[in-house]
Structures are given as C-alpha cells and as structure tokens.
C-alpha cells in the first residue's frame, strides 16, 4: 500500500550545521513529493515541493533531493538556525490527478542546539 | 496566509455527544481537506472536498460527515463523539490548478472526549 515514512523521529543539530532529514516513501507512481514545518501549536507550512521528473530543488536555505531508484527522498538545510526547530513532515500526492491529497510521513522533530 | 479559520480551536466534550468543527477559507480556493493529526500516525486524512456540495472520504473517515455548502466553508461533523476522536483536527485548503504540492493549513482544533 502507500506509505510515506521518515528514518528518524527526531535529529538534533547544533547551530549553524547542516540538516538533513530523510524520508522514504513506496509509491513510485507519485507526482509531487513535498516537505511541510510545523512549529509548536500551529498548522503546517509548506517549505519546498519536487516533482517526480526532478531530482534536485533548491529553495531559500532548503535542498530538496529525489531518489527514485531506491524511492528517498532528503531535505537538506543548510547554516541551521533555531528558528527551524519543528516537526518537519515529507508528504506525496498520489498519481491519481493532482489534487492535493497529501499521503504524510510520521514527521521527525528537528532540535537545534545553541 | 490563506486565510484559513479554524472554529473552535480548543474544544472538551463527553462521549456520545455531537460535535462540529468549522473550518472558513477567504482564498476560493476550490479543494478542501481535513487531516487529523495524532502522536505516532502524522497526519491522516478524513474528508476532503472538490467544490460545493461535492465530498469524498479519505483513509480514516468512519465516525465522521462533512458538509460544504459554500465554497468557503467545509464542516466536519462528530455524529457522536467517541474517545477514539480525541486529536487535534486541521483544515486545509488546495488552489487549482496549481503545479505545487503546497497546501494551506489552518492553526488547528484540538478536540478532548471524555
């Protein structure tokens, strides 16, 4: 079945290293794979998307790499401030049209350390 | 912001009782969704709707109506709330078209049964 899944439920990173969260998902049939934040208390927010015809996208800080032959997908951010201390989820939308039906993964909680 | 609201965002009721969550978008955007998010599952998807009057269920939907009246509000229905329901519920919104995997969430409602 779908599933979209994170490795690690939680990283902890010291200020201004590189993060790099990892998300494995099963269907390689999907068109969108997406990453949301999601700080204490609030609803998720949209940071980066790729397409399945990509495989490298690059955002303000933020590295979004695809890997379709072992189906991985990573988000990679770079000079970690505090600031992105969140849960931070990888999503996909199924193949069957695009019309925003996230499939989400568990989420891994990113901790940056002063 | 998409202008997403969320009413109420804090709720505690008893079991059996009926509960309605609003969610009032300023966007037109066209789709609609409600995720629930519980420790350990992400965020699953109950309901979702593609323009007015028009609804589907997505993989967790038992339990749960939604009504959409007008393409601003979409309203998830507890026909009689169980302890199983407790979570915290999130809507969303979707532009269309749109080449982007990029939903709009709103701040949430956290829902306690007794």
């Known amino acids: 079945g779908e599933s979209v899944g994170l490795h690690l439920p939680t990283l902890s990173v010291q200020e201004g290293d590189n993060s790099i969260i990892n998300c494995a998902y099963s269907n390689s049939a999907s068109d969108y794979f997406i990453w949301y934040k999601q700080e204490s208390g609030k609803g998720p927010q949209f940071i980066i998307d790729i397409r399945s015809n990509m495989d490298k996208r690059q955002g303000q800080r933020v590295t979004v790499l695809l890997n379709k032959t072992v189906k991985h997908l990573s988000l990679q951010i770079a000079a970690t401030q505090p600031g992105d201390s969140a849960v931070y989820f990888c999503?996909?939308?199924?193949?069957?049209?695009?019309?925003?039906?996230?499939?989400f993964g568990q989420g891994t909680t990113l901790q940056v350390k002063p | 912001d998409a202008g997403i609201t969320q009413s109420p965002r804090h709720k505690v009721t008893e079991t059996g009782t009926p509960v309605t969550l609003r969610c009032h978008q300023t966007?037109?955007?066209?789709?609609m969704y409600w995720y629930r998010q519980d420790p350990g599952h992400g965020l699953r998807l109950i309901h979702y709707?593609?323009?007015?009057?028009?609804?589907d269920k997505g993989e967790v939907s038992d339990g749960y109506s939604v009504s959409r009246s007008k393409t601003e509000d979409f309203l998830l229905t507890l026909e009689s709330a169980t302890s199983s329901q407790t979570s915290v519920y999130f809507c969303a919104t979707y532009r269309d078209p749109a080449n982007t995997g990029e939903l709009f969430f709103g701040e949430g409602s956290r829902l306690t049964v007794l």
């Open positions: 709707s593609y323009g007015v009057k028009d609804t």
């Open positions: 966007e037109n955007h066209r789709y």
């Open positions: 999503a996909e939308i199924p193949s069957s049209g695009n019309t925003g039906k996230l499939i």
